[in-house]
T-cell receptor, first 115, second 114 residues
Framework: NAGVTQTPKFQVLKTGQSMTLQCAQD?????MYWYRQDPGMGLRLIYY???????DKGEVPNGYNVSRLNKREFSLRLESAAPSQTSVYFC??????????????FGPGTRLTVL | AQSVTQPDIHITVSEGASLELRCNYS??????LFWYVQSPGQGLQLLLK??????LVQGIKGFEAEFKRSQSSFNLRKPSVHWSDAAEYFC????????????FGTGTRLAVRP
């Protein structure tokens, strides 16, 4: 099992450009999450999908959109990138739809720089 | 809403020494508590979790944590640190409610002296 995979691993964008971060899991998990990690701030939830066909905003959703393409895949889109979106982005998944109690399994992350 | 505090940003210990990383939480009822570890350039991996029952929880890699309700703490311990334990450690708190999120602390970066 590959677990949670993310592409790309690194990306540099110019302000105003758009891009999509891809995430896939092969554990048949129901829930998937997107976090951003910034120095001194821990992980903050951007969006999550408790089950296929549903998505909800997390703590810091502004400037992002998500798509739960199917049970395996959950993508994060930046429509018009800003320097404030420079961060490391992590995708995670969990078996059940209970974000606060499930063990979450994390991908290796995407390091994004917006110039 | 729940919150979690990790008071130590950086900790350095010598290899073979004992380790304790502090975590304090704020929540009205009994929370679900987690410790995750992030090795350099990697995603987070679960070390251990506490839901109920025995307040001393054993995890992977020789780590343990103790839930102390009176102190609102869930400190992580290891009796003898190995160089490979150098990483960033995150405490997280969650609640039993569909849709509620897991709240992470800001992390403690551990360095290990040879």
């Amino acid at each position: 099992n590959a677990g949670v995979t993310q592409t790309p691993k690194f990306q540099v964008l110019k302000t105003g450009q758009s891009m999509t971060l891809q995430c896939a899991q092969d554990m048949n998990h129901n829930s998937m999450y997107w976090y951003r990690q910034d120095p001194g701030m821990g992980l903050r939830l951007i969006y999550y999908s408790a089950s296929e066909g549903t998505t909800d905003k997390g703590e810091v959703p502004n400037g992002y959109n998500v798509s739960r393409l199917n049970k395996r895949e959950f993508s994060l889109r930046l429509e018009s990138a800003a320097p404030s979106q420079t961060s490391v982005y992590f995708c995670a998944s969990s078996e059940l739809g209970l974000a606060g109690t499930d063990t979450q399994y994390f991908g290796p992350g995407t390091r994004l720089t917006v110039l | 809403a729940q919150s979690v505090t990790q008071p130590d940003i950086h900790i350095t210990v010598s290899e073979g020494a004992s380790l304790e990383l502090r975590c304090n939480y704020s929540y009205g009822a009994t929370p679900y508590l987690f410790w995750y570890v992030q090795s350099p350039g990697q995603g987070l991996q679960l070390l251990l979790k506490y839901f109920s029952g025995d307040t001393l929880v054993q995890g992977i890699k020789g780590f343990e944590a103790e839930f102390k309700r009176s102190q609102s703490s869930f400190n992580l311990r290891k009796p003898s640190v190995h160089w490979s334990d150098a990483a960033e450690y995150f405490c997280a708190v969650g609640v039993w409610s569909s849709g509620d999120k897991l709240t992470f602390g800001t992390g403690t970066r551990l360095a290990v002296r040879p």
